[in-house]
Nanobody
Framework: QVQLVESGGGLVQAGGSLRLSCAAS????????MGWFRQAPGKERQFVAR????????AYADSVKGRFTISRDNAKNTVDLQMNSLKPEDTAVYYC????????????WGQGTQVTVSS
């Protein structure tokens, strides 16, 4: 079965950087789309970024474009989210997700990792 395990969250000052990693196992992910989402307290979960594993094609939410970079490592089976120029409004629990299709619902989710950005 698919397992997604996030790591790398923590506390950082505004303007700082963090790198989140999602370790994926249980499948061959070459045909999968991998995504990062986040959920702040009292708010709905929102899309952050996605990458198509086979092509490396990426997409980002407008709120993070130019600051965050999603990437995948074929050898390690990981999907990373490099977050630069962090803002207090980036504070949230960040989730890794996977789906076996190019579009549609994400079927698999990690447990989440907390990112807190202090002002």
């Amino acid at each position: 079965q698919v397992q997604l395990v996030e790591s790398g969250g923590g506390l950082v000052q505004a303007g700082g950087s963090l790198r989140l990693s999602c370790a994926a196992s249980g499948r061959t992910f070459s045909t999968y789309t991998m995504g990062w989402f986040r959920q702040a307290p009292g708010k709905e979960r929102q899309f952050v970024a996605r990458i198509i594993w086979s092509s490396g094609s990426t997409a980002y939410a407008d709120s993070v474009k130019g600051r965050f970079t999603i990437s995948r490592d074929n050898a390690k089976n990981t999907v990373d989210l490099q977050m630069n120029s962090l803002k207090p409004e980036d504070t949230a629990v960040y989730y890794c997700a996977a789906r076996p299709t190019l579009v549609g619902t994400y079927n698999y989710w990690g447990q989440g990792t907390q990112v807190t950005v202090s002002s």
